[in-house]
């Protein structure tokens, strides 16, 4: 790493007891496919089908982090993380989604967890990044609202062997993109293309998340649960004003946003009758006593923050959806993912969420942000994105917003998904060949943050 880092870019002080982190997920670095009794989860059988991700590329290897995560967590030491979000892959830990566990995966937890504590780093585990265990896909996987209760099972297996040490968790990744992409679009495992009938995979993942809040709460005393929803502010282009226009936002904001948020915080779903949801045909899905156990209080908010999205009314002819996606007029810098870089979206985002939540809106995390950007230790972009957005976050601050933590997407680079290694998320560039790890001058400038925050 070069000591000549670049000067810090100027970040507004954020709270006393603000909490610095780092995020990832267990099937994008662990690999050690199949090490000590795992199963088999669904982003194992997808990535082997044809065309489903970029060059074919798998998790199978990843970052090897299963067997590096010690050199790992030396990295995030010397980074001086208060806290570090990953995620517990459910097949390691039950392969067959249900009945036996396999104490070698928790097993390996126990050591992540115990050096991450020993580094003086809080270990903060999301339940369920998207890697479900296939056997239980099998059987309808989300669609089927057995899913639910086997996940509240997996949380209380979890939490009797790490709960002594762990006491914040997180239950779901982005249940929305899991839905979407996964259930309705086909892009993501499992790789259903359901359209709208993926609508029933929200509502299993969210009550999901609920037996798991409750699960939790019953092994662990003091736990505190935490879901991590992807939102996006809604934006029109300037040139669209027309009735059908705010009709498509709206809806999009509710398929987007409140149809995740609603139920956790509200304890209600928004009207869904733009996708053809009514109380009544919804009636089969979600059935009495579900909205308490969702709706039960949550102790944080995990917010995975991107960019906005623009909508516009329906192609023609329709699409099927209620809405259709725009480009933004304004010439944004693009990450290498193509996303657009838009801080104020943040800012907007979180006052937003607070006006629409009042005081049901518990204490706000960004549990992910920050972009993917071309290989090579100089990432003077990734800084300034970074800068920018943190900046972002102490603006909402300033508003009134009680934002607790910000966790920087992605600590090393990792398989992203149908884009496999394509994208480079990573404070820490990996060389996929040999796993030799090369901090970046982000990851030196991200230090220095969090030291100067703290000091
Ligand atoms: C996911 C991550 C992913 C990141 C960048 C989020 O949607 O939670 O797993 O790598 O975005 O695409």
């Avoid at 996708?275 to 006593?289: F, T």
Wanted: with cysteine; aromatic share 10%.
């Amino acid at each position: 790493m070069s000591d000549s880092a670049s000067e810090p870019t100027p970040v507004p002080r954020l709270p006393a007891g603000f909490i610095w982190g780092a995020s990832t997920a267990a099937y994008q670095i662990e690999g050690a496919d199949g090490a000590d009794g795992k199963g088999v989860s669904i982003w194992d059988t997808f990535v082997r089908r044809p065309g489903a991700v970029r060059d074919g590329h798998t998790g199978e290897v990843a970052c090897d982090h299963y067997h590096r995560f010690s050199e790992d967590v030396a990295l995030m030491r010397r980074l001086g993380l208060d806290a570090y979000r990953f995620s517990i892959c459910w097949p390691r830990v039950l392969p067959a989604g249900a009945g036996r566990v396999e104490p070698r995966g928790l097993d390996f937890y126990d050591r992540l967890v115990d050096a991450l504590l020993g580094a003086g780093i809080e270990p903060l585990p999301t339940l369920f990044h998207w890697d479900l265990p296939q056997a239980l896909e099998d059987d309808g996987g989300w669609l089927n609202r057995e899913t639910a209760c086997r996940f509240g099972e997996f949380a209380a297996v979890a939490a009797e062997r790490l709960g002594d040490r762990v006491k914040r968790w997180i239950t779901l990744n982005e249940p929305f993109v899991h839905m979407s992409f996964g259930y309705g679009f086909g892009i993501h495992a499992p790789g259903r293309t359901l359209m709208l009938d993926a609508l029933p995979a929200a509502h299993h993942q969210l009550l999901g998340h609920g037996y798991a809040a409750s699960a939790l709460r019953a092994a662990v005393p003091g736990a505190q649960v935490l879901i991590a929803n992807n939102c996006t502010p809604v934006r029109l282009r300037s040139d669209a004003r027309r009735d059908a226009d705010l009709t498509a936002a709206s809806a999009y904001d509710t398929l987007h946003n409140r149809l995740f948020n609603d139920p956790v915080m509200l304890a209600s779903y928004p009207d869904l009758s733009a996708y053809g949801i009514s109380a009544s045909s919804w009636e089969g899905v979600v059935r009495d006593g579900d909205l308490t156990v969702i709706g039960q209080p949550l102790d944080g908010l995990g917010i995975n923050y991107y960019n906005p999205t623009w909508v516009t009314a329906p192609a023609d002819p329709p699409s099927g959806l209620p809405f259709g996606l725009a480009e933004p007029e304004e010439p944004y810098r693009r990450t290498l993912s193509g996303w657009p870089v838009v801080p104020d979206g943040l800012t907007e985002l979180l006052t937003g969420l607070k006006a629409r939540y009042g005081d049901a809106l518990p204490p706000v995390w960004i549990t992910e942000n920050g972009c993917s950007e071309p290989a090579g230790l100089q990432d003077q972009a990734r800084i300034d994105y970074l800068a920018a957005h943190i900046t972002a976050v102490a603006e909402a601050a300033d508003h009134g917003v009680d934002v607790r933590g910000y966790f920087t997407w992605s600590l090393l680079d990792n398989f992203e998904w149908a884009e496999g290694y394509h994208q480079r998320f990573g404070l820490v560039e990996v060389d996929f060949a040999t796993q030799l790890r090369s901090p970046r001058a982000s990851f030196e400038w991200y230090r220095q943050l969090i030291a100067s925050q703290r000091g």
